[in-house]
């Protein structure tokens, strides 16, 4: 039995060791907000963070995740409270077809976790790692730094 | 404003149009939450789940379907063509293409078999299990050895499409400029792959709910396989579309309906990034030569152009490819004696298909980079020889058609007053035209035909219905939402022509079984024609209701308040040719778009001469959009088809192996420009409203890929002074060629 906690409630579940993180979540927990974009760690969309630190849920065993706290985009929001991330993305048009969102608003939410007044600069490097092909980035990046002043 | 975005308030429809200002996604909070339902988040009871059997080789006898006989086959079900109930073909324009490859393939990747398992892992399992055994058939790769071959792939000739314009005569005198441009494939690269759902319906006939543009091309293309209509399509939200899923996810409705039938079961296929880099449609491969005549002043006098097209292995939508990609070859430039042929051929590669520009930025590449050859071979700025050239209003172009709303010099002028200041970001990248770093800056213009092709509106008739339920509107239209909004453009048209909040309208789900066919999402159609139809089917609620003018005080309330325990009152309204348009299919003259979109491009960047690797700083673009329904919506269709156009110009290349294989199958080496790759944007709405467009919007979708990556060639040959002319301009291309130089 794995155990970990998933935005916030303790999980556990049976599967084997290499499973990928990423069906536990999709497949077994059926919360199906983390996308797969590519399945190697390329694209982002599956971008979830285990205590904090955004990775590919798609390269992660599940063995790796025992233990830890794991954020999807299901436990961004807070009681039905949009996170001032997920504000800005809807408000500057951040999300178009919508299937990179998920994991942009993830690997945000790290970023101004760690430094709460990132520079322009500093978020498309920590968006670097996740792929969108509908926006050009722009609005994502203008989206993220408003929600600097929310936060 | 602190975020420079228009906030909302309650009453606002009291004060102002729901049209022209920002209102919000009405599909974002469910994408900003993880809410909202792509196909492979909708999981059918007893689901299973497909995959596919595929060609090993280009061309080939078929001469077994080999099973490992040490395979566990317990609950795998396999498909072949002989389990097809009618006709095997996935129709779209011909019925050339099967849904199975039945003793012949044609084309590596091509569909041989299918496999429905009770998990994913067992049914991807069971394809490494079967063996397609082949005898190899002598191929064609390359299109430049398929017009008349021996080989035959289609028809008589290997020809999909053959088109000639001609207009006025030839001169004599003036400088003659010759030229070849290429461009390679470019992939679609939405974010979310193809994916289907197929449902077995009491009645025996099929749901299918999945990932597309077109959910009624589904229902046509089906018909004949199936040998029955008895089906309604579904469209679930959507990853990206940009053409790849208008007529692709026709051969994965295919294929999931035949698991479905053979066992009984809802079939989910979802393709593997890999599997769907090789296999899917991309844009075409073009071989482009112009011949111009110019005077002294570098004005036209003549042009001459000649383009061939690889269409793949099956027709697809490979003439309609051509037309446009002719239609655009003359530039947004006027000339008197234009010239124009235009195939496409057939090989024995993996099909081509729609994408974002549709045949325009293949042949936009080439006109722009010939006008760049003028402009160096006559001494002239490359800016000076397209302002002597371009086209304005009461021009013909070379189909004859006067033009009317032309936004050529406008969007020029624009993007270069833009071009003045400086760039307003932290530098993105380092460098200052120093050193390793040669500074460039590029300008191109560019024209886009907004919707189909001369009577193509007239031939479908698109058809929208608006439903009033209580207090509430819906728009019922087969438009769907791939993330270009039209699920809060259209409600904001029908909003602003009823005079009410636009909170009480919205789209219904885009299912056939309850919406009208409005034609497909496709050609910047959307918005400028079914958003067109929209507002006549919100005139006619307005009529039906009594109202008399939507700028009044309507009082929508009070005449709901006399329906109250009315039925539901549902309008139906259809495109209508207002005669205006005349064309000849034949001879290729009359009108062949209702409008063009305008667009000036202006990129800013730094070539590194230690890599060759092209470093974007900054993209201007200015574009005529006739109106912006909702500038926000707007501005992002323009900034991403940018950066798609700046991803073609350097970084996207599709390498084939012999077999026509694509050998870069991964987000690894198939390279898609991240945050870091992406410029600086600067976007400028122009608004030249055109008279048959809802609030005198035009089409927008495409006419953002078309501009930028000759700009980019220029750019590079100010920093470098190197000479590009072929798609991409890949670090190597750059080194190979700056080596040349020296």
Known sequence: MIEFSLNGHAVKVQALPMTRLIDVLREHLRMTGTKEGCGEGECGACTILIDGVPVNSCLIPIVQADGTEITTVEGISKDDRLDPIQDAFIEYGAAQCGICTPGFIVAARALLDSDPHPSKRAVREALAGNLCRCTGYQKIVEAVVCALGED | ?742
């Not at chain 2, 037309?323 to 003359?330: E, K, P, Y």
Request: proline share 6%; charged share 25%.
């Open chain 2, 1 to 742: 404003m602190k975020r420079g975005v228009t906030v909302l308030s309650p009453c606002y429809a009291l004060c102002m149009s729901p049209v022209g200002i920002n209102v919000p996604r009405a599909d974002g909070p469910s994408k900003v939450r993880g809410d909202a339902q792509y196909v492979d988040d909708i999981r059918p009871a007893d689901c299973l789940y497909g995959a596919t059997v595929r060609s090993p080789r280009a061309h080939a006898k078929i001469l077994e379907i080999r099973k490992d006989p040490n395979f566990n086959w317990a609950g795998i079900t396999i498909v072949t063509a002989a389990d097809i109930p009618a006709k095997n073909v996935v129709y779209l324009m011909t019925e050339d293409q099967p849904a199975l490859a039945e003793s012949v393939v044609r084309h590596v990747e091509e569909p041989v078999a299918l496999v429905a398992a009770e998990s994913r892992d067992r049914a991807l399992d069971a394809v490494r299990h079967l063996e397609v055994i082949t005898e190899d058939l002598p191929a064609i790769i390359d299109p430049r050895h398929s017009e008349g071959s021996e080989i035959k792939i289609f028809g008589a000739d290997n020809i999909f499409k053959k088109i000639a314009i001609d207009k006025g005569g030839t001169t004599t005198g003036g400088t003659v400029i010759e030229g070849e441009y290429s461009v390679g494939h470019q992939e679609q690269l939405y974010i979310e792959p193809q994916g289907m759902i197929a449902i077995p319906r009491e009645d025996q006939g099929l749901t299918f709910v999945g990932s597309m543009q077109c959910p009624f091309y589904i229902e046509k293309a089906l018909a004949p396989m199936l040998g029955h209509t008895r089906m309604n399509v579904i469209q679930a939200a959507t990853g990206g579309g940009f053409g790849g899923k208008e007529e692709y996810p026709s051969m994965v409705a295919a294929h999931a309906a035949l698991l479905a039938i053979k066992t009984g079961k809802p079939v989910k296929m979802i393709y593997r990034r890999d599997e769907d880099l090789r296999a899917t449609t991309k844009r075409h491969p073009s071989i482009i030569k112009i011949r111009s005549i110019v005077d002294h002043e570098g004005i036209l006098h003549q042009w001459d152009a000649d383009i061939l097209m690889d269409g793949g292995a099956y027709n697809t939508l490979t003439p309609v490819v051509l037309s446009r990609a002719l239609l655009h070859l003359t530039g947004p430039y006027r000339c008197p004696n234009q010239h124009l042929t235009g195939r496409a051929v057939a090989t024995h590669t993996p099909p081509n298909g729609a994408f974002r520009g549709f045949g325009a930025p293949q042949a936009m590449w080439a006109v722009e980079r010939h006008m760049d050859r003028i402009a160096r071979t006559l001494g002239i700025d490359p800016v000076e020889i397209r302002r002597r050239n371009l086209l304005r209003d009461g021009d013909t172009t070379a189909t004859g058609q006067t033009l009317t709303d032309t936004g050529a010099l406008t969007v020029l002028d624009e993007a270069l007053a833009a071009a003045q200041e400086p760039l307003q970001n932290d530098p993105i990248h380092p460098g200052g035209g120093e050193g390793r770093y040669a500074r460039g800056r590029g300008v191109s213009l560019v024209f886009h035909g907004c919707g189909f092709t001369g009577n193509g509106e007239a031939r479908i008739k698109g058809k929208v219905a608006l439903e009033l339920d209580g207090r509430c509107i819906k728009i019922l239209t087969a438009s769907t939402d791939i993330g270009q909004g039209v699920d809060t453009t259209f409600p904001q048209i029908a909003a602003a022509e009823l005079g009410i909040d636009v909170e009480r309208v919205s789209n219904a789900p885009h299912d056939t079984a309850n919406v009208p066919d409005s034609g497909p999402t496709v050609a910047s159609r959307t918005c400028m024609v079914v958003g067109g139809v929209v507002q006549k089917a919100a005139k006619q609620l307005r009529q039906a209701l009594q109202i008399e003018t939507a700028s009044e005080e309507t009082n929508f309330d009070m005449l709901l308040s006399l329906r109250d325990h009315q039925a539901p009152l549902r309008v139906m309204a259809e495109y209508q040719d207002d005669g205006s348009m005349e064309w000849e299919d034949e001879t290729y003259q009359g009108d062949a778009y209702p409008t063009y979109g305008w667009s000036c491009s202006v990129v800013d960047l730094d070539v590194d001469l230690d890599t060759g690797e092209v470093l974007y700083r900054r993209h201007i673009g200015a574009t005529d959009v006739g109106k912006a329904i909702n500038p926000v919506i707007v501005t992002g269709q323009l900034e991403g088809g940018s950066l798609q156009g700046l991803g073609y110009a350097t970084c996207e290349e599709v390498v084939v192996d012999d077999q026509g294989r694509m050998r870069n199958d991964r987000l690894t080496n198939y390279i898609i420009p991240t945050s870091l790759d992406a410029p600086e944007m600067v976007t400028r709405i122009i608004e030249i409203p055109y008279k048959g467009g809802p609030f005198g919007a035009k089409g927008i979708g495409e006419i953002p890929m078309d501009g930028p990556a000759p700009a980019a060639a220029q750019a590079i040959e100010q920093a470098t002074k190197i000479v590009l002319d072929t798609l991409p301009m890949t670090p190597e291309r750059v080194m190979n060629a700056l080596e040349a130089v020296e």
